[in-house]
């Protein structure tokens, strides 16, 4: 049973206004869950999984995966694994300045992520995925 997350709302807002949206969180709190169903609701995004090979492979060439696809909101989880994405996350974004193509998931510390991806200023949006909040959990009926 899925439960809804106070951070729904945020990412579709964030979405409006950036470029690229950084949710942060523990592990296990539920970050690719939500980004998840996110993206099948929408219909018109790709999720990888940066820790799965097969996944990885696909950005040999990130920007020719990324310009291939740049009519969809591409999820990037556990990106600090990979922080040599980020100049080309940059250099995309700069190209076409369109709100909302990327999302990116860690569960690394904030600062590891905004050290990182310090390239990205003015193009990232912030959010952080706690674990379930009391309110979240209280409103769900249960089964």
Known sequence: MY????????I???????????I???RQCGKSTVVKRFISADQHGIY?????????????????FFKAHEEKVI?????????E????????VDENRL???????????????QKSSESLA??????????FLMNEVSETPLP
């Open 99 to 113: 709100n909302g193509k990327f999302i990116l998931l860690g569960s690394a510390s904030r600062d590891l992520i």
């Open 12 to 22: 579709q807002k964030y979405l409006q206004i950036f470029p690229i949206v950084a």
């Open 48 to 64: 990888l999984d940066l820790q799965n090979q097969e996944d990885l492979n696909k950005l040999m060439d990130p920007r020719l």
């Open 75 to 83: 999820c990037l989880d556990e990106i600090q694994l990979v922080p």
């Open 3 to 10: 439960i809804p997350r106070r951070i729904e709302d945020e």
């Open 122 to 131: 003015g193009r990232i949006g912030f959010l952080y995925l706690t674990p």
């Open 24 to 26: 942060l969180g523990p």
């Open 85 to 92: 994405l980020f100049g080309s996350l940059r250099s995309i």
